[in-house]
């Protein structure tokens, strides 16, 4: 980028108020806005996760192929990533709260059509909605920005990144439970509940920022971008099924890198980009989104082995023959361990910075993966290393949005935060394929059935734990920041370094 362009952005940020964000009048308490945009991104995670349990048993109740019932996963992991980045900008331009208030209505719809149906297109069809509901996270994020203190942001964001997987955590065992003992229809219908709560307090608490980017909305970069991420992900998420070297998994490949390549020659001509690649471009921008799809990665890697291990019968030689409820129950110790350590991520950023917050995330993260490969005999132990590996996810979730807000403008904070969720996403699709394909491929017979090996699981822990270690690498490989005092998140250090990089 030019030295013209960065002393514009430095002029920018001087001329903008960072140390008093905007606080309407009748403005609710700040506890208040956190908690119900906490609430939000609970609610959110919740549905990504919702069906989980329910897939074993969706052809026998749909009719449908187990293909198909793997849409229901699939679909929100593409909407979700296609819409994140996207929400992000349409709110940095027309209003975080006004967009946020429609993802919630989405995700409500969306609720609503799986809870009247059992034909699998429009269960499909309804979690695609769920999907799109994604962006709230980051939307939330950049709303506490806007309207709290300096001396709460951290703190806040902290808890709001984390509610992607404490939704998570939460989400198996309460979907197990009602999957066990009610009409799977129920969750749904609960879940659009939630969305309408979520939409009534929104309303209540969270006022609406008066910053906006200003410009227009770039529509072939939207679309560009979404064409680009389907091609990938489809392919990545059905590469197992249709075959690696399949010419539909491959030709996809191919049309993702070639919409890609044209994707980018146009943002970096576009007057307001949809994404602005020169920013993304920053080692501080383009590293900590590396390390968001790393550790995107290690995370989902507990979620999706420890669920499905310790239901392997005993037969096998290590699995526990344990209902789908008690595997729920497993992941539930790490969800309450990413809530209480949400606010320590936070002092931790405050007092020495982000980056070394998420250094110490991924190396926790890596812990955990040899807690799990070491011991994966006994129930207790396969918590307590899912607990760990937890702790190590909130941590990093915590300090990821804390280290893209320092290296980006206030203008461009929800883009550039869908950007980083969508990089988690993005790492959670490869984990899952590269799960199903461990577990697939390194089985053996027992009992009359195919199961996956002790050491399929292994190898799943040892791969998570070596993402985790290249999150850390990469993380050590951040430019240096300068700490604040008062351990807040604004632009003061990154316009006196733009001053000196202009001089």
């Known amino acids: 980028m030019s030295v013209r362009r960065e002393m514009a952005e430095a002029r920018e940020a001087i001329s903008e108020p960072a140390a008093a964000p905007h606080q309407p009048a009748a403005a609710p308490h700040p506890r208040f806005l956190v908690a119900v945009l906490a609430f939000c991104g609970v609610v959110v995670a ?40 996207v929400l992000g900008r349409v709110g940095d331009m027309y209003g975080k709260r006004r967009v946020l208030l429609a993802s919630l209505a989405v995700l409500a719809a969306g609720s609503v059509l799986c809870a009247v149906s059992s034909q699998i297109g429009v269960l499909i069809a309804g979690r695609a909605l769920q999907g799109a509901a994604l962006a709230v996270v980051p939307l939330g994020i950049s709303i506490m920005r806007d309207e709290l203190a300096p001396g709460r942001v951290l703190s806040s964001v902290a808890l709001m990144s984390s509610t992607l997987g404490i939704g998570a955590a939460v989400g198996l065992p309460v979907a197990a439970l009602v999957v066990e003992h009610y009409d799977w229809h129920t969750m749904f219908w609960a879940s659009a509940g939630l969305g309408l709560l979520d939409i009534v307090l929104v309303l209540l608490c969270v006022p609406e920022s008066p910053r906006r980017t200003r410009g227009r909305f770039d529509a072939p970069g939207a679309l560009g971008l979404s064409m680009a991420l389907l091609c990938l992900l489809v392919a990545v998420t059905q590469g197992g099924s249709w075959g690696w070297t399949s010419v539909r998994t491959l030709g996809l490949l191919v049309l993702a890198a070639v919409v890609g390549a044209v994707w980018g020659w146009y943002e970096l001509r576009a007057p307001t980009p949809m994404v602005d690649l020169r920013v993304s471009a920053r080692p501080a921008v383009l590293l900590t989104n590396v ?13 999706l082995a420890t669920a499905q291990m310790v239901q392997e019968p005993t037969s096998t030689g290590y699995g526990l023959g344990a209902s789908i409820v008690v595997s729920g129950l497993c992941l539930l110790p790490g969800g309450l361990a990413m809530v209480a350590l949400s606010p320590v991520s936070a002092r931790i950023s405050a007092a020495h910075g982000p980056k070394t917050a998420l250094a110490i995330a991924s190396a926790v993260l890596a812990v955990g993966y040899v807690v799990r490969f070491f011991t994966s005999h ?62 697939t491929r390194l089985t053996f017979e027992v009992d009359g059935r195919t199961a996956p090996t002790l050491h399929a699981y292994l190898l799943v822990f040892l791969i998570a734990g070596g993402a985790a270690l290249l999150a850390l690498a990469v993380t050590l490989c951040l430019p240096p920041q300068r700490i604040k005092a008062t351990g807040t998140v604004g632009r003061d250090d990154r316009t006196a370094s733009l001053a000196q990089e202009g001089t």
Request: glycine share 6%; aromatic share 6%; with cysteine.
């Open 46 to 85: 919740v549905m990504q996760t919702l069906v989980v349990p329910l897939l074993p048993h969706v052809p026998a109740l749909t009719g449908a192929s187990p293909t198909a019932a793997s849409w229901l996963v699939t679909v929100t992991l593409l909407t979700g990533a296609i819409c994140t980045p």
């Open 378 to 439: 006994r129930l207790w132990t396969i918590i307590l290393g899912a607990t760990v590996v937890a702790a190590g996810t909130a941590i990093a979730y915590s300090a990821l949005p804390a280290l893209v807000m320092r290296a980006v403008p206030v203008a461009e904070t929800g883009a550039a935060n869908g950007l980083n969720t969508l990089m988690r996403s993005v790492g959670q699709a490869f984990c899952s394929a590269t799960v199903a394909a461990v577990l």
């Open 291 to 303: 390390a968001a799809l790393l550790i995107g990665f290690a995370f989902y890697a507990n979620s």
